[in-house]
C-alpha cells in the first residue's frame, strides 16, 4: 500500500502553474534548509537539551498543502511541525530561537520544538499530549464556521478523543478538513503492528470523504482543493520521515525520497533552471540566518 | 432567585447577549440540568454533545479559542477524570506557554451518593494541583454571581465545582465569627450545610465555632482572615470536605499550619471507594461525624 505513487493523477503537476510550481518546490526547499541546520544545531549541541522532532522528508505534504490553504486559515498542528510552521509563512527567525530555547523564540522557548504555537501566524500546536488539537480544531471550526486544518500523524489517529471528535465534526458539519502525515511510524512501531484498521475506512465510515494518496505535493494541492469542498473531510498521506523520531540520527534512506522525485518532475515541467537557483539561494538564506547564532 | 435560577439567569443572558455557548451531553433530557438552563430548544448556542467524554473538553477548548467563552457542563463532577485534561493540560497552560488565553467556564456538578462508583462527589482535588487554573466552590446565588462576573472580567479557564444541594438555596450564607473561639471549621461546598447543621448541636453542647466558608479554593482566597480565625481559636481547625481527604483539603491544611501555630485536621470522603448499597455508600462527613470530631479534639 505504502509507495510514492499511491493514488498518483498522470501529469497532475501540468495542471499547475509554473509560478504555483516555483512556490512549492522554494517551500519545500526552506523546510529542507531549515531542517538540516537544526539538525546541526542539534548535533553541536546548541539545541538545550530537550528533543527535536524534524519534519526532514515530510515538507511536500505542508508544501502542497500551503497552496490552497493560505495565511488566514487557523492550522491545529502537533510536534514535527516545522515545516507547517514555515510553509505558511512563519518567521523563521523566531523559529530558530524557539529551537534554541531563546525569549525571542515564537513560544519564549517554552513550547520547544514539540509544542510550537504562534497564534499570530494562524499556528496552534498541542500540549504535549498527542492528538489534542484534533478535538480543538473541531471546536474552533464550529465555533467560527471557518474552515481549518487539523493536522496528525498516524499514531495520534489512534487516540480515541482524535475519533470521537472526528465523529462531532461530522455530526456538526465542522467546517475541518482532517490531515494525516502518515510516516507509518511511533517511534519504531509500524502501523500493522499497532491496529488492523485503517484511519482512512475510520473517516469514511463516519461520513466524511476520504481519500489515501502519496506525499506528492501537486497530488496533495489537487486533493486539498477538491475535499476543501466537502468539508468535514479527511487526506490520508503516505509520507517519510528521513530522520529519528527525535533528534538528528538516520537509519539509511528513506523509502522513498520524495525531494528527488521533485526535482525531476521540476526537469519535466521545464524548470531546471530555476528549481537548481532556488534551491542554491534558499541554502545561502537558511544558513545565515543559523550562523548568526553560531558567532 | 435560588442558586438553579441565578445559574440559569446568567446563562441566559450568556448565549442571547455574548453570542457565548453552552457544551453539555444530554442538555435537554434531564431536566436541563436541574433547570439550571434556560429551556431554549433549538438554540443554536445551547450544543448537545455526543456521549464521548474525553474530546469534548477538547470541543470546548476549541469554541474558547473562537472567542465564544463556552459553559462547558459535566454533569457528574467524577466525569471530570475523562474530561479534565483539556482544561488542565491545555486550557491553563496556555497563557503562560504560549502567551493566549482559554477562557471557559466549566460547571462540574457533584450530587451527593446514592449511585455508587460513578463518582459522584466532589473532585476538585484533581484540578487544584494545576498551575494555571481557578477552582471556585460556590453554593449561594451571590456566591455564583461573583464567580461568573470574575470569570467574565479574566481570561483562563475557571473550574466550578457544583453541587446540586446549592441549586435549591436561596439564602447566603456569611461566615460565623467569635472574639475567641472553641474551634474554626472551614467547610467546601454542600459540606457547608452538614457544617451548620453540626454547629447548632455543639453550640447546645458549649462549643463555640467559627465558620470560614472555603468557596475560592484555587487560588486559595481570603488566607489572612482565615488565619486570624484559627489564631483565635483554641483547638485549631477542620477543613470539611465534599472530596476525598488527600486533595485540596490536606493542602489547605497544611499552608494554614504552615502560617499559624494551630492544628487543622480535614474530614472529607473516607478513603476507599463507594458502593451502590446505602450502607456501602461514601458520603461527605455528617452532622455528626464533625461534632463527635471536635469532641474527639476537644477532649469532650
Known sequence: MRSAHLGAIPKISQTFTEYESLEIFEKICLCRSFERNAAKAYDEKLVPGFPVYLSLGQEAISAGLSLIFHESIKRFVQHRCHDIYICWDGDIKALRDELLGLPSGCSKGMGGSASIHSPETGLFGHDGLLGTQIPIAVGYALGTNQITLAVMGDAAAEEGYVLGAMGEAVTKKAPVFFVCYDNNLSLLTEIKVRRSWSIVDEAKAKGMPAVDITNDPWLVAHYAKALSKQLPAFLNIRTCRELWHAGSGCDGPPEWNRYELVKKEMAVLGLEKEANKIEKETENFVDSIWNERRN | ?300
Open chain 2, 1 to 300: 432567585m435560588n442558586c438553579a435560577e441565578t445559574i440559569r439567569e446568567i446563562t441566559r443572558e450568556h448565549i442571547t447577549k455574548n453570542n457565548g455557548v453552552v457544551l453539555c451531553q444530554a442538555l435537554t433530557a434531564a431536566g436541563w440540568v436541574g433547570n439550571s438552563v434556560p429551556e431554549l430548544p433549538d438554540h443554536p448556542n445551547l450544543i448537545e454533545l455526543s456521549i464521548e467524554d474525553t474530546s469534548n473538553g477538547g470541543l470546548a477548548v476549541g469554541y474558547a479559542l473562537a472567542g465564544r467563552r463556552p459553559i462547558y457542563i459535566c454533569r457528574y463532577q467524577g466525569f471530570m477524570w475523562k474530561n479534565a485534561s483539556f482544561f488542565t493540560n491545555y486550557a491553563a497552560k496556555a497563557k503562560e506557554m504560549w502567551g493566549y488565553s482559554v477562557p471557559v467556564f466549566i460547571r462540574a456538578i457533584s450530587m451527593e451518593g446514592g449511585i455508587g462508583p460513578v463518582a459522584s462527589n466532589s473532585h476538585h482535588g484533581i484540578i487544584t494541583r494545576m498551575p494555571g487554573i481557578k477552582v471556585y466552590a460556590p453554593m449561594t446565588p451571590a456566591e455564583y454571581t461573583t464567580g461568573w462576573n470574575y470569570f467574565m472580567e479574566q481570561d483562563g479557564p475557571f473550574y466550578c465545582s457544583e453541587h446540586r444541594r446549592s441549586f435549591k438555596i436561596d439564602y447566603e450564607m456569611p461566615d460565623i465569627v467569635h472574639p475567641q473561639a472553641d474551634i474554626t471549621l472551614f467547610p467546601i461546598s454542600a459540606a457547608r450545610l452538614e457544617t451548620l447543621e453540626a454547629v447548632k448541636q455543639l453550640e447546645q453542647a458549649g462549643v463555640v465555632c467559627n465558620v470560614s466558608h472555603l468557596v475560592w479554593l484555587k487560588p486559595f482566597a481570603g488566607f489572612e482572615k482565615a488565619l486570624e480565625l484559627l489564631e483565635n481559636s483554641s483547638f485549631g481547625g477542620i477543613i470539611v470536605d465534599t472530596d476525598y481527604e488527600n486533595g485540596v483539603s490536606k493542602c489547605i491544611a497544611h499552608d494554614l499550619m504552615m502560617q499559624s501555630s494551630k492544628k487543622v485536621r480535614v474530614l472529607g470522603l473516607e478513603e476507599r471507594t463507594a458502593g451502590f448499597a446505602p450502607h456501602l455508600d461514601n458520603l461527605p462527613p455528617s452532622p455528626q461525624k464533625i461534632v463527635e470530631t471536635v469532641k474527639k479534639i476537644m477532649k469532650k
